[in-house]
């Protein structure tokens, strides 16, 4: 199974900038639909940016939240998604995870119950 590993995550003031990572194992990272989450204290799950592997990176969408704020990339050479957190805000607070999409028949690229495996998740904390 693959295994991804999410990395960028602290403290940082609100209107800042971060830079969140996440590394895929070789064989999981090609042509794939990869996507980050999110997780806030007592609030479910909240898909915000994917992304598709093939090629040089397409099909992106974002979560209304973060549109214009937040961007997704990738870098094939490093098997490495990205999640760019710009103008971040005190409710961007929250244990950030990539995921991998494993289910084909599901709906909603930010649905995550189409996705699987997850990352352990790194936490981003956003102060004013």
């Known amino acids: 199974q693959a295994q991804l590993v999410e990395s960028g995550g602290g403290s940082v003031q609100a209107g800042g900038s971060l830079t969140l990572s996440c590394v895929v194992s070789?064989?999981?990272?090609?042509?794939?639909?990869m996507a980050w989450f999110r997780q806030a204290p007592g609030k479910e799950r909240e898909g915000v940016a994917s992304?598709?592997?093939?090629?040089?990176?397409?099909?992106?969408q974002y979560a209304d939240s973060v549109k214009g704020r937040f961007i997704i990339s990738q870098d094939n050479a490093k098997n490495t998604v990205y999640l760019q957190l710009n103008s971040v805000k005190p409710e961007d607070t929250a244990v950030y995870s990539c995921?991998?999409?494993?289910?084909?028949?599901?709906?909603?690229?930010?649905?995550?119950?189409?996705?699987?495996?997850w990352g352990q998740g790194t936490q981003v904390t956003v102060f004013s």
């Open positions: 070789t064989l999981a990272f090609s042509d794939r639909l």
């Open positions: 995921a991998i999409r494993s289910r084909s028949v599901c709906v909603g690229y930010l649905n995550p119950n189409c996705y699987d495996p």
């Open positions: 992304i598709f592997t093939g090629g040089g990176g397409g099909n992106i």
